[in-house]
């Protein structure tokens, strides 16, 4: 199956830094990768996705990367505010039933 | 719109006791999903459902039982808990189709003792 690898698990920066979190997965027929936002005792939601036939996707202050040969994707947040520290996921998914495989998630904290 | 709604929000489970999680959405989803998340982790697919009367296995299912006999509603049913079942359960819904963004509840906090 499916194994996604999510780095770092914490991320620390200053309010107004650019923060960056790398994914990698095995599956090659993976086709689509969203990124989730969690905040203390709420459910994921999601912040921006991609699909395999993208190489980049961005929303405002945050973007999305992915390279399909290396199997690695990254989302990249600017302007960093304190409203932004919560935990961040990436998921992978290989079939339309939308099974996701989630990797560790990052604790993102931005320092005012 | 509600959205997912999920009940309870938190509950304590003594070992070999059973419950049932719920779970509903009013955004006519056919597909839905129940995982958990262990304390530090990702989440897991525990089941799934792509339509009233069709679920399938996910990553971690033993345990656990679901059915999906409307659209809405989609119930975890936990038999004789174990300390290993304690975790935050998700239930997420999407429209489905190659694959639709999934939409989270906002979980129940499961303890097992």
């Known amino acids: 199956g499916e194994n996604v690898e999510q780095h770092p698990s914490t991320l620390s920066v200053q309010e107004g830094d650019s923060a960056v979190i790398k994914c990698t997965y095995s599956?090659?027929?993976?086709?689509?990768f969203p990124w989730y936002k969690q905040e203390l005792g709420k459910g994921p939601q999601l912040i921006i996705d991609?699909?395999?036939?993208?190489g980049e996707k961005k929303d405002q202050r945050i973007a999305v990367t992915l390279n399909k040969t290396a199997k690695h994707f990254s989302l990249h947040i600017t302007e960093t505010q304190p409203e932004d520290s919560a935990v961040y996921f990436c998921a992978a998914s290989d079939t339309s039933y939308g099974k996701l495989t989630f990797g560790q998630g990052t604790i993102l904290t931005v320092h005012p | 719109n509600a959205g997912v709604t999920q009940t309870p929000k938190f509950r304590i489970l003594k070992i070999g006791q059973s419950m049932t999680l719920q779970c509903a959405q009013d955004m006519n989803h056919n597909y839905m999903y129940w995982y958990r998340q262990d304390p530090g982790m990702g989440l897991k697919l525990i089941y799934y459902?792509?339509?009233?009367?069709?679920?399938d296995k996910g990553e971690v299912p033993n345990g656990y039982n679901v059915s999906r006999s409307t659209t809405e509603d989609f119930p975890l049913r936990l038999e004789l808990a174990a300390p290993s079942q304690t975790s935050v359960y998700f239930c997420a819904s999407s429209t489905g189709g190659a694959p639709g963004t999934q939409y989270f509840g906002p979980g129940t906090r499961l303890l097992v003792l």
């Open positions: 599956d090659s027929a993976s086709n689509y």
């Open positions: 459902s792509v339509g009233a009367g069709i679920t």
């Open positions: 991609i699909r395999s036939n993208v």
